[in-house]
Every structure is written in structure tokens, then in C-alpha cells.
């Protein structure tokens, strides 16, 4: 059995329990930036509705009272997103992966 914390994205990647799935993930991101209880962190899949780009996102964010918050966008369903894919938005310098090519409405 594959541990969802670690599948590759894939398109017949089994989607696991959105919370444990959410748990794991934000536990990658306090890993990978060094974050205290002081930190907030969220992820949430929602909907884009901007042209050009995928029906839907998943977002992270860190929120702390005493810093602006921090914003990375996915351009995946959240069971698609994986602790690489999450280690690399997040010590790269950007602020999203690339977009997957999707076709603009007409």
C-alpha cells in the first residue's frame, strides 16, 4: 500500500481521507520551513474560475501574529498534491508550481 504522504502525482493516484491527507501535509510544511506552535498553518482546496486555469487549486498558507502572512498555490486537486510537491513550492523561491496546460473557455 502505497502511504499517501509520499505517492507521486498521478492520474490514478488513490485519493485517501481528505484529513488524514491534510494532517500529514501540514506536517511536511512545519517540517520543511521550521515552524512553531505560534504558526497557523492551512491548506485548502477551492475552486478557480479564472481563465486558463484548472477547475480547481489547492492553497497553503501560514498565518502568525506577529509576521504578514505566507500564500503557495498548487494548481492540483488537493489528493493529488504530494510532501515533494509541497517541499518544492515551498524551498524554491516561488510561490506556485507551474500551471498544467488547460485550454482557455471561448
Sequence with gaps: MTDPKTRLVRPDAQPATASGD???LKAVVRDALRLDAEHTVVIQQLACAEPGCPPVETVIAVLSADAAARRWTLHQ???HITAEA???VLTDGEHQLP???YPSPC
Excluded: E, G, K, S
Design 77 to 79: 486537486p488537493l489528493t
Design 99 to 101: 500551471r498544467p496546460a
Design 22 to 24: 491534510t494532517a500529514a
Design 86 to 88: 509541497i517541499r518544492a
